[in-house]
């Protein structure tokens, strides 16, 4: 080959290896370009959910645990011994009463005084936490507190109502106690047998319990969480120098109402929500710690708090930066860059996919026992009634509820409920076939779909396997706990042919089984009305 034909053969190797490398190029820098929207776009819509899903997180751990402390309230008001001191003022019971919020001291650990005080005001018994060894206060230090606010208030009270106080920090003779001890008064008006009032029992919620609860865990989370009051004072912030402005002078004008008036407008305007604006997104609900309650506050209105997760503008363009120069890094071969594109791809697709699974998992199935819930269960339901209607055969449902798990709950704590729950579903799951539906409905109820029984007897030996697995105590991390099931079993088509009836007799049929003595099983039958 001459000097002239190599030198032209280059020539159009030249050309056509240019052209290629434009055109893949371009195709490569248009599916990095659409690439980085995608996972942009795709990165803001999980941020959010996840916000929106740690923020629901904290509003119900909050709920549940304001929950426990009324319960704790409402029990001492009512309490046994309490009741018969009153009907007859002897030192034997004074003392009982005494013991028993020492015991509710040393093992709540949350509450910084437990009191009883008379109609006068006069302290009878009060239980000092102190430093975590809890001691009764001795006859002579106890005080009259007829002119505090709290007791006025909480004596004003009806049957039933409850009295709470803002979140704020103790004062120790007129001054702010340090370190800084964040506190709720929670009281219930106390009633002797004949219904006359006789005074009020008084709690002293250590503060910092709730926010350390709230903090742990949205710390999980990408967002800053913080707590507000009414009046858009943080009660939590990552800097804790703007926390209680309210409490001191220099702080009155460290508000999020001041630093920014029209976010706070929003917030402050609506129960939940989510807020994007230049400055980040802004995640929100409100806590009322006496929602489905009556009663009154401190200052005499609603009180409520404002959970807020904030992620800043800077932290949401931290990934797309990153993202950027990782991609514009890439760029160096086209080998290379066509490799890790793909890579990255398969990361978009996959994250994607594991994210909507995320929802549909929680959309569908109960977070604690991974059991299917209320939503997928009715789903599963219907079709099952669809398939034996098509098929000519049986199928039955089985409404489950546990008996003696409310003493777990209280006895044990919520912990040792929820490890409960889970221990049941498991020995539950043990006694179905692969083809039934066990569901958890809600709480300690239980739901359970036969697709294919052979007539009542396959109910009946389901129902006896599961009364026989519960019968063995369960052993948790905070102790044994024992606990039964009372079951109510409907059958298609002898009981209904929709779902409302069948789950509704099912239901009857299982509040039988708990007035029969509990922990067995109850078909439906002539004494059940069906609805």
Partial sequence: MSAIDREQLVKKSLNTFFLLFLLFGSLLGGMVVVFYQ????NYDERICAEEQHSVALQLAVARNHFSSILSDLSFLAEQEDLKAYLEMPAGQLLTSVSSEYLTYSRSKKIYDQIRYLNEQGDEIVRVNYGTGAPEIVPNEKLQNKRDRYYFLETFQLQKGEIFISPLDLNIEHGTVELPL????RFGAPVFDQTGVKRGIVLLNYLGRNILDLIHDVGSVARGETMLLNPDGYWLMHPDSNREWGFMFEEGKNQTLARQSPEIWRQISATESGQIR???????????NPLENYTGMFGSGKDYSWKIISFISADNLASYSNKLMFNLFALGAGLFLVAATAAWFLAMAVTRRKLYQAQLFSLAHFDTLTNLPNRTLFFDR???????SKRHHRQC???YLDLDGFKYVNDSLGHDAGDELLIAVAQRMGRCCRSSDTLARLGGDEFALLLSEVNRAQGAQVCAEKILAVMQEPFALEQGTAEVGVSIGISMYPEHGATLDVLLNSADQAMYLSKSRGKNTYTFVDESIELT
Avoid: V
């Avoid at 995608?38 to 776009?41: D, E, K, N, P, S």
């Avoid at 400055?279 to 806590?287: H, K, L, P, S, V």
């Fill in 396 to 398: 039955a449902l089985l």
């Fill in 38 to 41: 995608l996972q942009t776009q």
């Fill in 381 to 387: 339901l219907s079709q099952g009634l669809e398939l």
């Fill in 277 to 287: 604006e230049a400055t980040g997104i802004y995640t929100f609900a409100t806590i």
């Fill in 181 to 184: 001890k964040p506190m709720i």
